[in-house]
């Protein structure tokens, strides 16, 4: 399994960043997707996780709103687009294969990481 995550960077409060997550060495079409962030100091923190067909999507309340999960099967990518981007949403963000319960950081393995930054 191989998750290589870009599309970090640092953005202004209410700026917007396109995450993208390209995926290897499995099946990705077959399994559902999760984002999940962790912020300094902070332990891991659930964000959305996509259904396999990308029809079914779940929000983390802190994120609903602002940003939008979807995957793209036919190139192995899974995305996550962050829209009115606040100072708190600050985090290394990974893509990371499912496990366990659907609204939960739990997963099987996850990529390196991006890191985004919201500062003015």
């Known amino acids: 399994v191989h998750l290589v995550e870009s599309g970090g960077g640092l953005v202004e409060p209410g700026g917007s960043l396109r995450l993208s997550c390209a995926a290897s060495?499995?099946?990705?079409?077959?399994?559902?997707m999760k984002w999940v962030r962790q912020a300094p100091g902070k332990g891991l923190e659930w964000v959305s996780t996509?259904?396999?067909?990308?029809?079914?999507?779940y929000y983390a309340e802190s994120v609903k709103g602002r940003f939008t999960i979807s995957r793209d099967n036919a190139k192995n990518t899974l995305y996550l687009q962050l829209n009115s981007l606040k100072i708190e949403d600050t985090a290394i963000y990974y893509c990371?294969?499912?496990?366990?319960?659907?609204?939960?950081?739990?997963?099987?393995?996850r990529g390196q990481g991006t890191q985004v930054t919201v500062s003015s």
């Open positions: 990371a294969v499912h496990s366990g319960v659907l609204r939960s950081s739990s997963h099987t393995f």
């Open positions: 060495g499995f099946p990705f079409s077959g399994y559902t």
């Open positions: 996509i259904s396999s067909y990308g029809d079914i999507t």
